[in-house]
């Protein structure tokens, strides 16, 4: 789907500073993140010379770093995952937290307004056109509430056929700048993602779809599962493994996979330039209720940060203090509980720390990012905990039988304390 191309041509730009002096104070910017991120326009961003500017972005953590600090005064930042910052930045309203899973941040943006909507594309084909490549995610939207939009063209952007597209005649600016994409490694994978993924495994069967996070755990399923065949993918975000997926055979020859982001290696966006087989696509698609609704044996695989004796999960918060966002695990995990043929599992290490503390707890002490409804497997190195058709009881009972063994006990003398109160 190509934006509403503009009347005039686009203003050319040097550099990124080029761009930024066509911003003024407090205008309202929206800024992609995962591989579309531009690092040299966040820098230019962050000089003395910046104008404040009131940025909602898409950044990811691990992958986008947000240069709170360096912002200019009187900048706010908003965005659906919680970066580490500054104590009181939030209470201070500079960075301005959205509690919002994926689909509704798609649906919330359909009704905001901005000044300015930065792209990051492919160069344009012979009719102007050019492709989002390997993050589309909320671009497509924004661009109809921008005023202006300011694109940056860049040949490490892979065109993907399967990509949404952009007419680069919509553009107030064009900057060209030749520059790295924003890769992500998983690394070497662990002794313990590899046992929890070993868990999950037998859950994906011949021609199931599945939806992963980012990790090695996520990384190490889609290894083990390289042999079925007929996968479907279906993700908020694919990396290097989706390759190792299709190299092997794995996956359904006669479907589009899709995604609303790829982040990886360079090498991996390298591979995925001309294929026809990934669709990158807009969260309002990918996260959609009605597209999520119709897949076929949804196998939804997310992360958590702890999960509580009544099965429901924390992704935010750490210590206190948010670390992170719902991200898209929301979405998928209702869909794949509600699917007759799905399963929403949630994995994670038994403990976590030097000091080795718990995550299986008896309450949460974070937010409840997924309720108990939306998970039906709670997976760790220790084992499975299937909580489908259980009591409150049963569950809490199935829970303890994953957590660490030295945490059992402490968390069955919890666990009467609670039962004597229900």
Request: glycine share 8%.
């Amino acid at each position: 789907m190509a934006a509403t191309a503009a009347t005039a041509a686009p203003r050319r730009a040097a550099d990124p500073a080029g761009l930024v002096r066509l911003l003024s104070p407090g205008d309202r910017v929206f800024l992609p993140g995962a591989g579309a991120e531009v690092p040299a326009l966040m820098n230019a961003l962050c000089t003395p010379d910046a104008p404040p500017l009131h940025i909602t972005a898409s950044f990811v953590p691990g992958i986008n770093p947000v240069p709170l600090e360096r912002l200019p005064e009187g900048s706010t930042w908003s965005s659906t995952f919680a970066p580490p910052t500054p104590a009181g930045s939030q209470a201070t309203g500079r960075f301005r937290h959205l509690p919002m899973s994926y689909g509704v941040f798609a649906s919330h943006l359909r009704g905001a307004e901005f000044d300015v909507g930065f792209v990051h594309v492919s160069p344009p084909d012979g009719q102007g056109v050019c492709s989002l490549g390997v993050a589309v995610e909320f671009t497509p939207i924004v661009l109809k509430r921008c005023r202006r939009v300011l694109a940056v063209v860049n040949p490490r952007m892979p065109r993907i056929p399967g990509a949404e597209t952009v007419d680069l005649a919509c553009a107030d600016a064009v900057l060209e700048l030749d520059s790295p994409l924003r890769e992500y490694d998983v690394g070497a994978p662990s002794a313990q993602a590899t046992r929890i993924a070993e868990l999950i495994a037998p859950f994906v069967a011949d021609r199931s779809t599945l939806q992963v996070g980012l990790g090695k755990t996520p990384d190490a399923l889609m290894r083990m599962v390289a042999d079925r065949r007929g996968l479907r993918l279906h993700s908020g975000m694919l990396s290097d493994a989706a390759r190792l997926l299709a190299d092997s055979g794995a996956l359904d020859a006669s479907a589009l996979h899709a995604s609303c982001v790829h982040v990886g290696t360079a090498g991996y966006y390298d591979w995925l330039a001309g294929r026809d087989d990934f669709a990158v696509r807009a969260c309002d698609f990918t996260h959609a209720a009605a597209t999520l609704a119709g897949l076929p044996r949804l196998v939804a695989v997310n992360s958590a940060l702890s999960v509580d004796l009544f099965g429901q999960a924390n992704l935010e918060m750490l210590d206190g203090r948010m670390v992170s966002g719902v991200g898209g695990a929301a979405d998928f995990a209702h869909a794949a509980s509600l699917a007759p043929d799905g399963v929403s599992i949630i994995a994670l290490p038994a403990a976590s720390g030097r000091s080795a503390v718990s995550r299986i707890t008896p309450r949460l002490e974070g937010v409840c990012s997924l309720p108990r409804h939306a998970i039906d497997v709670v997976v760790t190195e220790h084992g499975v905990a299937d909580l489908r058709g259980l009591s409150v009881m049963d569950r809490a009972e199935r829970l303890i039988a994953v957590a660490g063994p030295e945490h059992r006990g402490a968390l069955q003398d919890a666990c009467k304390d609670i039962a004597a109160r229900l």
